[in-house]
């Protein structure tokens, strides 16, 4: 089990910026495949975007070029990166790790991103 703890979610205005991170608890951070969720006010929950343990990256379209993951697996940290923030991009923002070759996913308890004028 790998405790995950975001923080970072506040409100920001249209084309604002905000860093959300997120602090693992495994000492096999190193492994996990972390990614970032969100959930707006009446949809499903969609993948941001998602980070491999070598590096390679998945964004979702409606993020690529604004956000950016990042990762420190010294400090057992990921990172998102958000700028010109959309109200669109409106949700709570879930971390995420999964181990290779398995289709679970631990989740934290989310952070809330607000974009509004």
């Known amino acids: 089990q790998v405790q995950l703890v975001e923080s970072g979610g506040g409100l920001v205005q249209p084309g604002g910026s905000l860093r959300l991170s997120c602090a693992a608890s495994?000492?096999?951070?190193?492994?996990?495949?972390m990614g970032w969720y969100r959930q707006a006010p009446g949809k499903q929950r969609e993948l941001v975007v998602s980070v491999t343990s070598g590096g390679s990256t998945n964004y979702a379209d409606s993020v690529k070029g604004r956000f950016t993951i990042s990762r420190d697996n010294a400090k057992n940290m990921v990172y998102l990166q958000m700028n010109s923030l959309r109200p669109e991009d409106t949700a709570v923002y879930y971390c995420?790790?999964?181990?290779?070759?398995?289709?679970?996913?631990?989740w934290g308890q989310g952070t809330q991103v607000t974009v509004s004028s």
């Open positions: 995420s790790a999964r181990r290779p070759a398995s289709a679970y996913k631990s």
């Open positions: 495994t000492t096999i951070f190193s492994i996990y495949t």
